[in-house]
Every structure is written in C-alpha cells, then in structure tokens.
C-alpha cells in the first residue's frame, strides 16, 4: 500500500525566505506525482505535475523535483510572498492505475 | 476557477434528513471523483467514474450514493448520516482515456457537510 508522507506538518517564514517542502512514498513505482494548494475551506488547485520520466517542473517562483529510487519530491518555492500562506499537499498515481494517495499537507504561512 | 463546479458550498443536514450534492464539470473531462477531507486526515477517495461507469468504491458506507448522469455531472446523495461523516467534500474532474491509469485531476472547491 502506498503512503505518502509530507514534512514539515507546518512551516512559518518571514517574507521572502526561499523554502522546501519535502514529500516521500513509499512505493517507487509511481505514473506521476502532483503537488496541490489548498486554501482554508477551499478546494485544491493543482500546482505542479510531474511525470515518472521527469526529474523536475518549474511554474514561475515554484519547483518540483522528483527522485523516483528514493521515492521523494521537493517543493522549491523562492521569494516566499504572504499570498503563499496555504497548505501544500503531495500526491501520487501508480503505474499499476490505483488512486491518487495525499500526504496530509505542509501548512504553510508566510509572514509580512 | 478550475471549471469544475460544486453545489451546494455549505450543507448542515440531521441525521434523518435526505440531501444530495452536485458536481458539474466544463473542461470536457470523462472522468470524475469524489474525495473526502476531514479534519487532520489525507483526502480519502471515496468513488472512481470513468465514462459514466464507476470503476472504483473505496468500501464506502451505503449511506453515501453516487450518480452519474453523464460525463460532466456527478452526485453524491446522502441518507441518515452520522456526525462523523462532517467534513469538506470534495469533486475532481480529469481528462481520461479507457484504462486505469489516472491523469491530471482539477478539483472543485467543495461542500462543507456539517451532520447535526
């Protein structure tokens, strides 16, 4: 059974710091990994995607990167801004077809 | 906007009441989900359909029913709920092509269930 584990649970920073957020599974045999953000109440908007062959995706201030023989991800997010506060989830497919499995979420606040 | 819609945002229903939610999707998607998120938990699936045919139930209880119509609508009816079902519902579309492997999901911004 796959289980994705994301740490920190939380994370405060001041304005401007640049960050990771880091995501582990436990099965490598993934088909691809997505990173979310989720706002208080809201529903997620889908950040990043990575495919297995892929080693990162870059959208803007944030990067992906994926290290399948590990089974981790990092999310880079430079220049942190307070508009960043949200929770960041992970998600992964397997190659075998199973369901998305979430991480339970990095929350993340960014202080003025 | 993700184009994928959810109605009601907010629902507080009792125990003994009889609710449905809606799901309606713009991106042409054949494919969609529901999710539920409670409290300090991952998101748990709950129900797979793929071109209008459920592929997936992950052992829900039969107090939640899906439906789908058609490829761009979805819901998820409820009957004589338990407070703990309370949480954030969740609908998710995705482009699918026949099989199992599942592709980039958008999400809705879901349905706050409260039970009472």
């Known amino acids: 059974k796959q289980e994705v584990t994301q740490i920190p649970a939380a994370l405060s920073v001041p304005e401007g710091e640049n960050l990771v957020l880091n995501c582990s599974f436990t099965?490598?045999?993934?088909?691809?990994l997505q990173w979310f953000r989720q706002d208080p109440g809201k529903g997620l908007t889908s950040l990043l995607l990575?495919?297995?062959?892929?080693r990162e995706q870059t959208s803007g201030r944030l990067n992906a990167s994926l290290d399948k023989s590990s089974g981790r991800s990092t999310l880079y997010i430079a220049a942190s801004q307070p508009g960043d506060s949200a929770t960041y989830l992970c998600?992964?497919?397997?190659?075998?077809?199973?369901?998305?499995?979430f991480g339970e979420g990095t929350q993340l606040t960014v202080n003025p | 906007e993700t184009g994928v819609t959810q109605t009601p945002r907010h629902l507080v229903m009792g125990m003994t009441n009889k609710k449905s939610l809606k799901c309606e999707q713009h991106?042409?998607?054949?494919?969609m989900y529901w999710y539920k998120q409670s409290a300090k938990k991952p998101l748990e699936l709950m129900f797979v359909?793929?071109?209008?045919?459920?592929?997936e139930n992950n052992s829900v209880p039969s107090r939640f029913s899906p439906e789908c119509p058609n490829s761009s609508h979805l819901f998820l009816h409820l009957h004589t709920l338990q407070p703990e079902d309370s949480a954030l519902y969740l609908c998710?579309?995705?482009?699918?092509?026949?099989?199992?492997?599942?592709?980039?999901?958008?999400f809705g911004p879901g349905t706050r269930l409260t039970v009472l």
């Open positions: 998710a579309s995705s482009p699918q092509r026949a099989g199992p492997v599942y592709n980039e999901q958008f």
């Open positions: 099965d490598s045999a993934i088909y691809n």
């Open positions: 990575i495919q297995s062959s892929q």
């Open positions: 998600a992964v497919t397997l190659t075998s077809g199973s369901r998305l499995t």
């Open positions: 991106l042409g998607h054949n494919a």
């Open positions: 359909y793929n071109f209008k045919e459920q592929t």
